[in-house]
């Protein structure tokens, strides 16, 4: 069964400070891994895709990374808006093609 | 840009009744999903549907359920007979060839 074990379950950062958020997986020939982020009470936004180990791919603030284990989603000096849940989703090669979900981490970045 | 969106953007009804939930696909997308989340909880699979049937289902999605794509643009999830754990955040999401699904913005139902 795909495993999707996102960490921690709760980031608090103060404006200016990076970190990085994890998402371990356990899959049989990875497809696919997906970040995407949410705001409460709507739906997730899609960030990246990645495909293979060693591939990243950027966007603002963020910089997403892939190993053969985990993924990582660094944020670079974060800003209050960047506060939300962030998602990883990873989907399998074979078979179903549907991506199973982590439970996501909750970033809040304070000014 | 374009978007997946869906209405209603809440939904109230009492236990045993059917509900609709609607849905436009971005316009060049191919195939079409729906997901639910409980509060607090993970993004679950419900149903994938591609080329006007059903490619795959989840064991949520049972015979209460049923989906329907009643013209090109739109796309639906009925509930026959709703019950209170049905109560959650309904999500539709499309994806044309390529593996990057694209969400809505939900619609939360809640049961009585």
């Known amino acids: 069964e795909d495993q999707v074990t996102q960490s921690p379950e709760a980031l608090r950062l103060q404006e200016g400070e990076s970190s990085s958020l994890n998402c371990s997986y356990t899959?049989?020939?990875?497809?696919?891994l997906f970040w995407y982020r949410q705001d409460p009470g709507k739906g997730p936004e899609f960030l990246f895709t990645l495909y293979s180990a060693g591939e990243e791919k950027e966007k603002e603030r963020l910089k997403a990374t892939l190993t053969k284990k985990e993924s990582f989603l660094h944020i670079t000096a974060p800003k209050p808006e960047d506060s939300a849940t962030y998602l990883c989703?990873?989907?399998?090669?074979?078979?179903?093609?549907?991506?199973?979900f982590g439970r996501g981490t909750s970033l809040i970045v304070h000014p | 840009e374009p978007e997946v969106t869906q209405t209603p953007s809440h939904q109230v009804t009492q236990m045993g009744q059917e509900v609709i939930l609607r849905c436009v696909p971005i316009?060049?997308?191919?195939?079409f999903y729906w997901y639910r989340q409980i509060l607090g909880q993970k993004v679950e699979f419900l149903v994938s549907?591609?080329?006007?049937?059903?490619?795959?289902k989840s064991e949520i999605f049972d015979d209460q359920f049923s989906v329907e794509r009643p013209d090109g643009s739109n796309f639906t999830l009925k509930i026959r007979s709703t019950k209170l754990e049905d109560s959650a955040m309904y999500f539709c999401a499309s994806r044309e060839s390529t593996d990057t699904q694209y969400f809505g913005p939900g619609t939360r139902l809640t049961v009585l």
């Open positions: 899959v049989s020939g990875l497809r696919g």
């Open positions: 549907f591609y080329n006007n049937e059903i490619s795959e």
């Open positions: 989703a990873v989907q399998a090669g074979r078979g179903s093609y549907i991506p199973t």
């Open positions: 316009s060049n997308h191919l195939y």
